[in-house]
């Protein structure tokens, strides 16, 4: 039975310990030194861990300067944890911070008629200027997630759900707190001079500001009541996190799953959202029940400390992964984008607030019907079918890293033109590198691929190629084999040896080289005459990602030794006698990666009466 995903196994336990002491001491920095809303113990946390990584204390510990993916130095399994399960858990756990007490009806009718209108407005901008401007659609959920929701938080809720790379979501995070930032600084002088009264600047402040510290910090500036109305619209903003993730899961459903997966709305949305939810609803029960309760209270404030332990952990593996020079090359745009869509968000909800102060329920409304048509206009300009398609082959010929569900993209257009040449192929494998969340499928695969290991095919194209996953346990080996038909692949995840082998007679072979494959490295294999072994080294599972070429019409070859060998004991130069059989694991038989298609649901049926 294979280790369940969400519970830390021993080779996650170093990463993820190094990720819990920078969050740790992050959040014993912003409790320490004076209150302020210019920091965060999640942007410390995040500052901290790229100090670490980009300055000799590195070599102290031992860390590397990782690849696209994190690897190959002992730290990068936790810290894949950290970023996927550590977050899961900070998310299900902020359900218990949701607060619904500050609401009043009239308050409720404006924060909802405005938030309306500047949520989707605002939305569509982040992508149709992201799309303009070059930004990966990713980065754009992640500004326009931490924009209209509850910045950092939203971006770390959203980043599993867009297929984000983690240094995007760590630009992500640095863009919306620098706008949170300004907006401690230019929110007050234009309510003043707009002569906004306490309670609908704080209104404003927490419809408009990222990060809920700054916003509250900000509706404060305001004066009178504006604290607490900053705190009572920004709480239903982070009301809405829920929803929104409901609808982009639903948006990016096909973005990256492996072929034939299931896309139920049961199955398309993230189980920790269901986590969210319940204890949202389980607060506000409790809130009305037992809310002065010592004991309820004190149960609040352990939950509120483990979500900032924990988004301060998640967002200290963001940083020991991010190399400065990535920052400094996607920054600019990711401001650009960041910031208008933080601008629209402020112009819009003031607009429509002034309208209402000023008992014109018709501005109100004409302001936010014009700006969702500009938003959408803008929108659908930017995510035009040739416009995605452009930028995504500009990111390409650029090198640029190119996600799972981008590859797919990429591999139907260019098949669509005519045969995949192999320049082209080999492109694609290189500059492949998952995003969050698009290897959890081939994790959870029960698709055997031989003993020890399993895959799932994520793309399959009408030429006879396909790109799948394979997954292997610590210390699984292959037998001797042949394909039939050619592989293009890489190692990703763990380490992976290759065995290579001649045949230098009927039934005798010869092993011509073996050695550890390099992170990252390309390995090609040309079908029947290319008879190899590989196998995963050391205490962790490996994830190779492999374009196989069309099948040439029969099954692989298994060449058996006799008596069985250990490839363990084998030097380069030995030879040995063996004996060929047909090749009858799934996959190798000749059947095509068809077989690495994750199986439909059954679907039951009523016997006819």
């Known amino acids: 039975m294979r280790f369940p995903q969400w519970l830390p196994s021993r080779p996650d336990l170093r990463g993820l310990g190094l990720a819990v002491v920078v969050g740790g001491i992050s959040v014993a920095l912003t409790r320490v030194l004076p209150p302020t809303p210019f920091l965060s113990d999640v942007l410390v946390a995040l500052v901290l861990g790229t100090v670490v990584l980009n300055t000799p204390l590195r070599h102290a510990i031992g860390l590397a300067l990782p690849g696209p993916d994190r690897e190959p130095d002992d730290y990068a399994h936790g810290l894949r944890y950290t970023g996927k399960w550590v977050l899961r858990l900070a998310i299900i756990l902020m359900g218990l911070k949701v607060q619904t007490s500050f609401f009043e009806r009239g308050e409720v009718l404006l924060i909802v008629g405005v938030a309306v209108v500047a949520l989707p407005s605002t939305f569509f901008i982040a992508h149709g200027l992201g799309a303009r401007a070059g930004v990966r659609r990713p980065m754009s959920d992640l500004l326009a997630a931490g924009t209209m929701i509850c910045g950092a938080s939203a971006v770390n809720a959203v980043a599993p759900v867009a297929r984000a790379h983690r240094e995007e979501q760590a630009t992500a995070i640095a863009v919306i707190s620098l706008f949170s930032t300004v907006a401690l600084i230019v929110f007050r002088p234009i309510a003043m001079a707009l002569g906004l009264d306490p309670a609908l600047a704080g209104l404003w402040s927490g419809l408009s500001v990222n990060d809920l510290s700054s916003a509250i910090a900000v509706g404060a500036q305001m004066g009178g009541s504006g604290g607490v109305m900053a705190a009572a619209s920004k709480s239903a903003r982070v009301l809405l996190l829920a929803p929104t993730l409901v609808v982009l899961s639903l948006l990016r459903r096909d973005d990256a799953g492996p072929v034939s997966v299931q896309k139920s709305i049961r199955d398309t949305l993230p189980g920790f959202l269901l986590g969210y939810v319940a204890l949202a609803v389980l607060r506000a029960v409790l809130d009305r029940a037992v809310g002065h309760h010592p004991a309820y209270q004190a149960v609040l404030a352990g939950d509120r400390f483990l979500v900032d332990l924990c988004m301060a952990t998640v967002s200290a593996g963001m940083g ?6 990535r920052l400094l090359s996607s920054s600019p745009r990711a401001l650009l984008v960041g910031g208008s869509a933080s601008v629209w968000m402020a112009t819009v909800t003031l607009g429509m607030i002034v309208a209402e102060s000023r008992g014109s329920h018709s501005a109100a409304a004409l302001v936010g019907g014009i700006a ?56 694609v494998i290189v500059q492949l590198h998952p995003t969050i969340g698009e290897l959890i499928p081939i994790r959870d695969s029960p698709l055997p691929h031989g003993e020890g290991c399993r895959w799932i095919t994520y793309w399959e194209g009408k030429s006879g190629w396909a790109l799948v996953a394979i997954a292997r346990d610590p210390g699984a080996a292959t037998p001797i084999h042949a394909h039939p038909h050619r592989l293009l692949g890489k190692a990703i995840e763990g380490a992976l040896e290759e065995l290579r082998f001649r045949e230098i007679g009927p039934g005798e072979i010869e092993l011509t080289s073996r050695g ?72 190798h038989g000749g059947e095509g990666a068809g077989v690495g298609r994750m199986p439909e649901p059954e679907v039951r049926r009523q016997p006819a009466p």
């Open 372 to 427: 969702v048509a500009i938003g959408w206009t803008v929108y659908r300009a930017g995510n035009r079918a040739e416009v995605q398609e452009a930028l995504l082959l500009s990111r390409f010929e650029s090198g640029a890293p190119l996600s799972l569900g981008e590859a797919r993209a990429l591999l139907d257009r260019k098949e669509r033109d005519g045969a995949l040449a192999d320049s082209f192929l080999r492109r």
């Open 320 to 325: 020991l992964h991010l190399a400065l020079g």
């Open 516 to 587: 550890i494959l390099g992170h990252e490295e390309l390995v090609e294999a040309d079908g029947l005459s290319a008879p190899h072994v590989v196998r995963a080294v050391g205490r962790r599972a490996a994830i190779d990602l492999q374009l196989r070429g069309p099948e040439i019409g029969r099954p692989g070859r298994l060449l058996v030794g006799a008596p069985p060998l250990d490839v363990l004991t084998l030097a380069v130069g030995d030879r040995l006698r063996v004996t060929e059989e047909r090749d009858a694991r799934p996959g």
